[in-house]
């Protein structure tokens, strides 16, 4: 009878463990792998509208380019902020500045940036989608179809720094 008293309180405590476990993964208490199931993917017309909400409310919505700075700095889609996958830490809390953000919609190069999705699952997993608001969006499109359908694009213009000038004026003079 003792054997089976211990045997009994042993599957007792592998069950508690298991539903304790299961209750803390839907609360989203463990992080894991994202499933692309968990992605809200949005083709050229839901991005642009979003990016007319945004117009209209600039805290409303977000575009994030996931392409490398001198990519972003060519071109992007005008508003959006370049912040790359490793720039989003899963040891901290989401950031209150990207919070505050009703829609927060991805996109990197092309159709198959990888990138762009590792960003989106990356977020997901930092808890920018909660049970009440699922902010993260991956505009599959990306770069090359926003720049080619003519839609509005950001450039930055970085200056040449004066050093630089300095040394090409003075091999033109020699």
């Known amino acids: 009878?003792?054997?089976?008293?211990?045997?009994?309180?042993?599957?007792?405590?592998?069950?508690?463990?298991?539903?304790?476990?299961?209750?803390?993964?839907?609360l989203g208490?463990?992080?894991g792998s994202v499933s692309d199931k968990k992605i809200d993917f949005i083709d050229l017309n839901r991005a642009m509208e979003l990016y007319d909400e945004g117009l209209e409310d600039?805290?409303?919505?977000?575009?994030?380019?996931?392409?490398?700075?001198?990519?972003?700095?060519?071109?992007?889609?005008?508003?959006?902020?370049?912040?790359?996958?490793?720039?989003?830490?899963?040891?901290?809390e989401a950031d209150p500045e990207l919070l505050k953000f009703d829609h927060l919609?991805?996109?990197g190069e092309n159709p198959g940036s990888a990138s762009a999705r590792a960003m989106a699952k990356r977020m997901i997993e930092a808890e920018y989608n909660t049970i009440l608001k699922a902010r993260v969006r991956l505009f599959l499109g990306g770069w090359v179809v926003w720049e080619s359908s003519g839609l509005p694009i950001g450039i930055i213009e970085i200056e040449d720094d004066p050093a630089d000038e300095?040394?090409?004026?003075?091999q033109e003079d020699e």
């Open 1 to 26: 009878m003792m054997q089976q008293t211990g045997q009994t309180s042993r599957q007792w405590t592998l069950i508690a463990f298991i539903a304790g476990f299961m209750v803390l993964t839907v």
């Open 29 to 31: 208490g463990c992080r």
């Open 58 to 92: 600039p805290e409303k919505v977000l575009f994030i380019d996931v392409r490398k700075a001198e990519r972003f700095n060519a071109g992007h889609i005008k508003g959006a902020r370049n912040i790359r996958v490793n720039e989003i830490d899963l040891k901290y």
């Open 105 to 107: 919609v991805v996109y």
């Open 166 to 170: 300095e040394t090409t004026q003075t």
